[in-house]
C-alpha cells in the first residue's frame, strides 16, 4: 500500500494505491481499472508528444481513479464523485494526472516486488 497526498486547487488530498483499488473501482464504476488506465497512460503519452489531446472519456477515467484513490484513502469523503469534485476550484488534470500515474505504478512495482520475494522464499 503506498499513500501520497497531491495538491489539488490549493487543498491537500491524499490518495491511496493498494491492491483494493481495482475491487473498489469495479464495485463503484463497473469497469476494469487495469483497462482504463492503460487507456488513459497511451492518450497521456500521446499528448505529452503533442500528438493529441485527452478525450473526454480519459477525464472521465482520471476523474473516477483519482476519486477511488482518495476515497480508499479517507472513507470521509463526499459519497458522490460530483460532490467530491465540486470541493475544488478549476484544476489542470495536467498537473495531478502524472502523480496519479506515479502513485499506481509504484504500487505495481511494489506488487510485483512482493510477489518475487515471496516466490523466492517458498523456492519457486
Avoid: C
Wanted: charge should be negative.
Amino acid at each position: 500500500m503506498i499513500e501520497r497526498t497531491i495538491n489539488i486547487s490549493g487543498k491537500d488530498v491524499l490518495f491511496r494505491s493498494s491492491a483494493t483499488v481495482p475491487r473498489l473501482y469495479r464495485a463503484k464504476f463497473k469497469r476494469d481499472i487495469f483497462k482504463d488506465l492503460s487507456k488513459l497512460e497511451k492518450s497521456y503519452s500521446k499528448r505529452k508528444k503533442g500528438e493529441e489531446e485527452l478525450q473526454i472519456d480519459d477525464l472521465e477515467i482520471f476523474e473516477n481513479v483519482a476519486y477511488i484513490m482518495a476515497y480508499h484513502a479517507d472513507p470521509s469523503i463526499p459519497k458522490t464523485i460530483d460532490e467530491w469534485l465540486d470541493q475544488f476550484e478549476m484544476f489542470s488534470i495536467y498537473q495531478v494526472l502524472p502523480q496519479i500515474l506515479e502513485l499506481w505504478g509504484d504500487n505495481l512495482m511494489t506488487d510485483v516486488a512482493a510477489k518475487k520475494g515471496l516466490a523466492e522464499v517458498s523456492g519457486r
